[in-house]
């Protein structure tokens, strides 16, 4: 299934198919290496579930919500 990264639940897993942010923030958002092919796990929501934490390659990053919707994952 394929859905935003945002819409993940904790614990869920799910590897990048697509980064859809274009300009400075889609530039910052592969920097921190979420491109395609990569896998991801869903650690934690914040209580207003902004942010979102996931990890990836070892590490714990935390997206704002309108970083994760611009990221097209497939759930695993």
Same mark, same amino acid.
């Given at each position: $299934?394929?859905?935003?990264? &945002?819409?993940?639940?904790?614990?869920?897993?799910?590897? +990048?198919?697509? !980064?859809?942010?274009?300009?400075? $923030?889609?530039?910052?958002? &592969?920097?921190?290496?979420?491109?395609?092919?990569?896998? +991801?796990?869903? !650690?934690?929501?914040?209580?207003?579930?902004?942010?979102?934490?996931?990890?990836?390659?070892?590490?714990?990053?935390?997206?704002?919500?309108?970083?994760?919707?611009?990221?097209?994952?497939?759930?695993?």
């Amino acid at each position: $299934m394929v859905m935003s990264l &945002r819409k993940l639940a904790v614990n869920q897993k799910g590897c +990048i198919k697509a !980064v859809t942010a274009s300009g400075e $923030m889609g530039r910052r958002i &592969r920097d921190m290496g979420l491109i395609p092919g990569t896998p +991801i796990m869903v !650690v934690g929501h914040a209580p207003l579930a902004d942010p979102v934490a996931l990890r990836m390659r070892g590490f714990t990053l935390s997206l704002r919500n309108s970083e994760a919707d611009c990221i097209t994952v497939e759930a695993v």
